[in-house]
Nanobody
Framework: QVQLVESGGGLVQPGGSLRLSCAAS????????MGWYRQAPGNERELVAA???????NYADSVKGRFTISRDNAKNTLYLQMNSLKPEDTAVYYC?????????????WGQGTQVTVSS
């Protein structure tokens, strides 16, 4: 059972920056697709950014050019650098690890960290 623990959320003014971290309980980055999702009140959870085992990344159109996903394999830690934050980025941000093993999906989530962008 993979455990994921997010940190780094908080209150920031529009235009500011935050860096989220997600610590994994074991070394999984080479075999799992890692992602950051977010969910605002009344909205469905949406993919923000993802990185695959070979390092390929993809981003939601709404965050391209502002957010960067990265990882430190030695520390088993995933990051999301968020710059030029906007009020519409306010949400609970979740870390996710996903893979398919022997035809069965393995899908792990962290507890979430709140990001609030407000003046």
């Amino acid at each position: 059972q993979v455990q994921l623990v997010e940190s780094g959320g908080g209150l920031v003014q529009p235009g500011g920056s935050l860096r989220l971290s997600c610590a994994a309980s074991e070394s999984i980055f080479s075999i799992y697709r890692m992602g950051w999702y977010r969910q605002a009140p009344g909205n469905e959870r949406e993919l923000v950014a993802a990185i695959t085992g070979d390092g390929s990344t993809n981003y939601a159109d709404s965050v391209k050019g502002r957010f960067t996903i990265s990882r430190d394999n030695a520390k088993n830690t995933l990051y999301l650098q968020m710059n030029s934050l906007k009020p519409e980025d306010t949400a609970v941000y979740y870390c996710n690890a996903y893979r398919v093993r022997f035809g069965r999906p393995l899908d792990y989530w962290g507890q979430g960290t709140q990001v609030t962008v407000s003046s």
